[in-house]
């Protein structure tokens, strides 16, 4: 059976969110944003197939502190214009933020860089929509994550949010920061490919990473139609294959894939609800053994 829903941890272990979630990076982090209503039907379109789910189950959407080009704060903008226009959907998300760096995308743990993060998050915010968790977005090699915890418990005490999460980290860095302050989430990166059909723009920060440089894709598209083909016996699109494959590693595990479109949101919240048998994984295992992905 298909586990449709997943829990976090820490002081988070009683909300219920639906086993996918909702990134929303990309609709504001490149050159032209996209336009607000196309946003918004996006966000709309998740919260809204939380209706088949049972009562009290929430969406995960994932924000930060500086998705934008233009102004960083563009994300946080969205995320407030879309509660203050449809603030019947304020109950259904469940909103982490990622914060915690400088205007050149440094960390900083510094009890000064934590307080100002939070503040400016729940500025931008306007009091639309809560954040329910803040997660530094990476670990300041400068303080130590003991420290790090202790200043933002800290924050929590004074009601500027709810829960704790890293983004980024070891096992051993979690272990550490759970002995001082319930670590709610652990954001990290785990895919088989990140399979996309649209085209990147010219000034589209992933045009750096050498996985996309016409080399590198040429070998990398070997296990794209690999896995395309696996999705094609299931009749389901390769982004569902990988969604549902980052979730068939554990009941804790969602899925975070980011979507601007309604469409797209839909595919991916309908990749939740694919069951992988022992056969699938183990083809997918081979595929990626086989042809294991290159370039960062």
């Not at 939380?50 to 946080?76: C, H, Q, R, V």
């Not at 934590?114 to 303080?143: C, H, Q, T, W």
Request: hydrophobic content about 35%.
């Amino acid at each position: 059976m298909v586990q449709k829903t997943a829990k976090f941890g820490g002081t988070a272990s009683d909300v219920v969110v639906a086993k996918v979630g909702h990134g929303l990076m990309m609709m504001t982090w490149k050159p032209t944003p996209v336009p607000d209503e196309q946003c918004f039907e996006a966000i709309k379109a998740g919260l809204d197939s939380l209706d088949s789910l049972p009562a009290g189950t929430k969406m995960l959407i994932n924000s930060a502190e500086f998705y934008g080009m233009s102004s960083p704060t563009l994300n946080l903008e969205l995320v407030a214009k879309f509660f203050e226009k449809h603030p019947g959907y304020v109950d259904k998300a469940f909103l982490s933020v990622k914060g915690g760096l400088t205007e050149k995308l440094s960390p900083d743990a510094s009890p000064e860089g934590l307080r100002s993060s939070v503040d400016n998050i729940n500025e931008k915010l306007r009091g639309k929509k809560r954040m329910d968790l803040f997660e530094p977005a990476r670990v300041d090699p400068n303080y130590s994550i003991e420290h790090t915890m202790t200043e933002l418990s800290k924050l929590i005490s004074e009601g500027k949010f709810d829960h704790i999460g890293l983004s980024e980290v070891s096992a051993q860095t979690i272990a550490r920061a759970n002995k001082v302050f319930p670590v709610a989430d652990v954001e990290i990166e785990v895919s088989p490919w990140s399979y996309t059909q649209e085209t990147k723009d010219e000034g589209d920060f992933r045009r750096k990473y050498t996985r996309f440089q016409a080399d590198v894709m040429k070998h990398n598209f070997i296990t794209v139609n690999a896995l395309k083909a696996i999705a094609d016996k299931k009749n389901i699109t390769p982004a569902q294959l990988c969604i549902a494959w980052v979730g068939h590693l554990g009941d804790h595990v969602i899925p975070l894939p980011g979507s601007s479109r309604k469409d797209r949101t839909l595919e991916n919240f309908a990749g939740g609800e694919v069951d992988l048998s022992e056969e699938d994984l183990d083809e997918i295992a081979k595929v990626l053994e086989t042809h294991p992905i290159k370039g960062s």
